[in-house]
C-alpha cells in the first residue's frame, strides 16, 4: 500500500492563479482532510469529508475549495492564489480507527 | 480557532537524555493521539491513547492519557540522534467527523 499521496510536492504560483492539489489514499478510509501548516501555527484544518460525495468546512475554509467524488480521491483547488495561502498542504485520511495518516505534504508558494 | 497548549516549544538536550512534553486542553476529550514530524514529511503516529489513565509504550516512547481528559503527556527515554523533530499532541472529541485538535508542537534537537 501506499498509503497517502499527494501531488504535485512542490508548486509556485502567482497571485490570482488557480490550482488543485489531489490527495489519494488506497486504505480505503471514509474520512478524509486538508490541513495547512504555517510556521508556529501547528496544523489547522481547512476542510474534512466523511463519505464519498460529502464535504464539509474546517477551521478555515475560506479562499479553498473541496471535491471528493471518488472515495480514494480528496482534492483541494485555489480559484484564485494569495499570497496568505503560501504554506504546506498536508492530506489525510482515516477509516472507523480514530487515528489520521498523514500523506507527505505539498509546499506552495504564492508570489 | 481552538489549538491545545503544548510545551515546551523547544528542547535541546544531550543525546541518553529523557524527555518530557504535555499538551492541556479546557476541553475534554476522548482520544490523544502523539505524532512526530521530521523535516520535510507528514506527521507519523507515535502512540494513541483511548481511556483516562491509560499509560502506553511504543518502544522507547511512553505517552499517557491524563485521568481528567483534557491533558496527554509523552516521554521519552534515553534519547538519540535520529528522535530530532516535531512533536505534536492531537485530540479528539469524537463524534461523526473524527476531527482532530493539534498542538502548536515541541521542536527537539538533540545534541550527539
Known amino acids: 500500500n501506499a498509503g497517502v499521496t499527494q501531488t504535485p510536492k512542490f508548486r509556485v504560483l502567482k497571485t490570482g492563479q488557480s490550482m488543485t492539489l489531489l490527495c489519494a489514499q488506497d486504505?480505503?478510509?471514509?474520512?478524509m482532510y486538508w490541513y495547512r501548516q504555517d510556521p508556529g501555527m501547528g496544523l489547522r484544518l481547512i476542510h474534512y469529508?466523511?463519505?464519498?460525495?460529502?464535504?464539509a468546512k474546517g477551521e478555515v475554509p475560506d479562499g479553498y475549495n473541496v471535491s471528493r467524488l471518488k472515495k480514494q480521491n480528496f482534492l483541494l483547488g485555489l480559484e484564485s492564489a494569495a499570497p496568505s495561502q503560501t504554506s504546506v498542504y498536508f492530506c489525510?485520511?482515516?477509516?472507523?480507527?480514530?487515528?489520521?495518516?498523514f500523506g507527505p505534504g505539498t509546499r506552495l508558494t504564492v508570489l | 480557532g481552538q489549538q491545545l497548549n503544548q510545551s515546551p516549544q523547544s528542547m535541546f538536550i544531550q543525546e541518553g537524555e529523557d524527555v518530557s512534553m504535555n499538551c492541556t486542553s479546557s476541553?475534554?476529550?476522548?482520544?490523544w493521539l502523539w505524532y512526530k514530524q521530521d523535516p520535510g514529511e507528514g506527521p507519523v503516529l507515535l502512540i494513541a491513547?483511548?481511556?483516562?489513565?491509560e499509560l502506553t509504550s511504543n518502544g522507547r516512547l511512553t505517552a499517557q492519557f491524563g485521568i481528567t481528559r483534557k491533558d496527554s503527556f509523552l516521554n521519552i527515554s534515553a534519547s538519540i540522534p535520529s528522535d530530532v523533530g516535531i512533536y505534536f499532541c492531537?485530540?479528539?472529541?469524537?463524534?461523526?467527523?473524527?476531527?482532530?485538535?493539534f498542538g502548536t508542537g515541541t521542536l527537539l534537537t538533540v545534541q550527539p
Open positions: 489525510a485520511s482515516n477509516g472507523q480507527g480514530k487515528e489520521q495518516f
Open positions: 486504505m480505503n478510509h471514509e474520512y
Open positions: 469529508s466523511v463519505g464519498e460525495g460529502t464535504t
Open positions: 476541553s475534554i476529550f476522548n482520544t
Open positions: 491513547l483511548y481511556k483516562a489513565g
Open positions: 492531537a485530540g479528539l472529541y469524537g463524534g461523526a467527523t473524527n476531527k482532530l485538535i
